[in-house]
C-alpha cells in the first residue's frame, strides 16, 4: 500500500472542485486537491520514490510499488514557463517523504492570474483503489491525503 503525503498545506477541496475539466473529472486519475495557503514555500513529495517527470509546475514521484504520484503546482502554470518556480532536485533523483522538490508562491500564480490549487493524483489508479481519501478540511504538508491499495 501507498500512502500519498499532502505535498503542501492549505485546505483539501477534492478533484472535483478543481478549475480544470480534465482534474475535475478525474481523466488523470483519483485523488485530491489543495488550496493552497497563500505564501510562498516549498512543494514536497508526497512518497519516497524517484522523480520521472519534472517541470516547473509539475512533477511525478513514482514509489518502489510502481505507483506514480503526479502534484500539479495550479491551474495552467505551464502558461507561466517556469517563472516564479525554483526546481530544488532533478529527474531521476531518489526523493524522499517530506523533500523539497519545488519552491514557489501561490500568490504570486494567483497575481499572474491563474488558479494556485494544486491536485494530488494517483497515476494509473482506479477510484477504488484509494482509501481514506482527504477532500475537506485544513492539511499540513505531510499529513495523510489517502491510501493507495
Do not use: Y
Amino acid at each position: 500500500m501507498t500512502v500519498v503525503s499532502a505535498p503542501l498545506p492549505g485546505t483539501a477541496i477534492g478533484l472535483a472542485a478543481v478549475p480544470d475539466p480534465v482534474f475535475a473529472g478525474a481523466m488523470v486519475g483519483p485523488g485530491t486537491a489543495i488550496d493552497p495557503v497563500r505564501e510562498p514555500g516549498v512543494a514536497v513529495s508526497p512518497v519516497d520514490g524517484i522523480v520521472v517527470s519534472l517541470h516547473p509546475h509539475a512533477f511525478v514521484v513514482v514509489d518502489a510499488e510502481g505507483h506514480g504520484v503526479l502534484t500539479h503546482l495550479g491551474i495552467d502554470t505551464v502558461q507561466l514557463n517556469g517563472e516564479g518556480f525554483e526546481l530544488l532536485v532533478n529527474k531521476g533523483d531518489t526523493v524522499t517523504r517530506g523533500q523539497g522538490v519545488v519552491r514557489w508562491d501561490p500568490a504570486g500564480v494567483e497575481k499572474a492570474g491563474k488558479s494556485p490549487i494544486c491536485p494530488v493524483v494517483a497515476l494509473e489508479a482506479t477510484p477504488d483503489s484509494l482509501g481514506d481519501l482527504v477532500e475537506s478540511g485544513e492539511v499540513a504538508g505531510g499529513d495523510t491525503l489517502f491510501a493507495w491499495q
